[in-house]
């Protein structure tokens, strides 16, 4: 399996030399390991960052006043006061939202997300604390919304902008920067294509070395680059000023190997990465974090945290408290024919997996003469005997699963996630399949990604079900909230159709 390199974090570990840091290559004393500063990995303040945050602070501005002359027209003062304030508030909240964090790699959908998030976020803290004042913005309420609206594109224009201006000039050659990877591997060999695929970094590759003959090496596929020569002729072209960046992808077990390298490095002015090979593993949302200076990476891991988080959840209460009220009579018209039907209850609970394994109830119409939530429960299946006249309908229309809007906004489950199973099911699939119980690191959805893709009903071969996991697991690998929308629009044709609903 060819290793994927996530492009939503950084992909490598940046080490920087000068004479009298060798000590970063050779390990300290056991008793010292732990506390060596030279271990401390930190993140690069670059010259973007300082144009993003001088730029967005003219997309307020400029906002602001396109608004004022269109709407209602304010003073020199009211404009000024606006302005500053709600870019100083704009840039606090860019701290907790990382909206300047390095982009590289990212897509500008992932990036202007961010950026509308931490604008939305501003103008929320702006009115608070001009009530908590009592301060007049001298705005009218059309005036307010086309600032926020004008910003909003003005934001996304300029992030575009950077970006294309950014590959016109790396593709000319201005500014680019040379770089090599040392290590003909199948995870240098995905980075050189990453790097391909992002014009914006403004990075050339000159080729791959190695030490290693080319027996003992992978092929190098005409498409990456080529194999230039050994580590040694490598330092003659970084000592030459050719290369400025260099990219270990030697895998982790070759510690010492790495290490030689690094050694004879450090007699370069180059920056020098190491990109680990953990890559090659089952990555679910993987982000860096810093312990006192020691960087850790997560392999499982929920993306749902801060603002990421709470836009997802705001997301789930808004959209499953409007349905309720739109949907209360046809669930009402639903639970009558349920109820008039057949003997039995109008719901049914199951115990299901939520978030982290948990147990939950899960409501659903009954749609069954039975009611099954022990160790054994039987998939429904094609003119299943044990399915009523209406529950055949309802579950083709889906309509049996709209008691657990009550879930979402109970917050057990959300409206776009993996699919719960019946807890049997769980404790079967969890044996026979690898990395099945990583589903459960988000909480379960009423709709997901399998089934949009054409996972949806019964997984009568192990296969189906191995599919519908692994559709599960890049929903919790890729998430973004455009993602969310997305499914739940591709949910209303698949509902439509019925296909795999029985």
């Known amino acids: 399996m060819t290793p994927m390199l996530p492009k939503n974090c950084s992909a490598c570990v940046s080490l920087r030399f000068h004479p009298r840091s060798i000590r970063s290559v050779t390990p300290p004393a056991n008793n010292d390991r732990m506390n060596s500063n030279t271990q401390t990995i930190r993140t690069n303040r670059s010259l973007q960052v300082a144009t993003r945050r001088l730029g967005d602070t003219g997309c307020i501005f400029l906002g602001l006043a396109v608004a004022s002359v269109v709407g209602q027209a304010l003073t020199r003062e009211q404009f000024f006061v606006l302005g500053l304030t709600f870019s100083l508030i704009y840039w606090i909240c860019s701290e907790a939202t990382a909206n300047y964090r390095a982009w590289r790699g990212s897509t500008l959908i992932s990036e202007t997300a961010c950026a509308w998030i931490t604008w939305g976020t501003t103008l929320i803290c702006g009115i608070v604390i001009g009530a908590m004042f009592q301060y007049g913005s001298g705005l009218t309420r059309f005036s307010f919304a086309a600032w926020t609206v004008l910003t909003a594109v003005l934001l996304v ?280 119980m990583l589903r459960h690191k988000v909480k379960p959805g009423i709709t997901g990604l399998a089934q949009v893709e054409g996972y949806r009903g019964e997984t009568d071969t192990l296969e189906k079900m191995a599919k519908r996991v692994e559709f599960d697991h890049r929903y919790i690998r890729d998430w973004n909230i455009w993602l969310d929308f997305k499914i739940l629009f591709r949910t209303i044709f698949v509902v439509f159709t019925g296909e795999n609903a029985y």
Not at 287 to 309: A, K, Q
Not at 346 to 358: E, H, N, T
Not at 387 to 399: D, H, N
């Open 157 to 436: 224009m300029l992030r575009s902008t950077l970006r294309t201006v950014s590959a016109m000039m790396f593709s000319r050659g201005i500014g680019a920067r040379g770089y090599a990877i040392v290590g003909v591997t199948d995870i240098g060999i995905q980075l050189a294509k990453n790097i391909a695929d992002s014009p914006h970094l403004g990075l050339q590759l000159s080729g791959f070395y190695d030490d290693r003959p080319s027996d003992r090496t992978i092929s190098l596929p005409g498409t990456v680059g080529s194999r230039l020569g050994t580590v040694s002729e490598l330092l003659a072209e970084t000592r030459a000023g050719n290369i400025q960046h260099i990219y270990i992808t030697f895998p982790m077990r070759a510690e010492n190997r790495i290490r030689d390298v690094l050694t004879k490095l450090a007699d370069t002015t180059a920056s020098v990465y190491v990109v680990p090979d953990f890559f090659v593993f089952e990555l679910l949302h993987s982000r860096w974090n810093n312990i006192l200076g020691i960087p850790t990476v997560s392999i499982f891991e929920n993306p749902f945290y801060g603002v990421d988080g709470i836009a997802k959840r705001t997301l789930d209460l808004i959209f499953s408290a409007g349905l309720i009220v739109v949907l209360a009579i046809p669930m009402a018209i639903v639970a009558l024919a349920v109820k008039l039907s057949s003997p039995g209850p109008v719901l049914f609970k199951q115990k299901r997996y939520g978030l982290d394994g948990k147990e939950i109830p899960v409501w659903k119409f009954r749609s069954m003469k039975v009611c099954e939530n022990g160790a054994k429960v039987t998939q429904a299946t094609k003119n299943d005997s044990r399915v009523t006249k209406v529950g055949k309908f309802i579950r083709k229309t889906s309509l049996d699963e709209l008691p657990q809007l009550f879930n979402v906004f109970a917050g057990d489950m959300s409206l776009v996630g993996p699919r719960p199973h019946a807890t049997a099911h769980n404790e079967q699939y969890r044996k026979l399949i690898r990395g099945y």
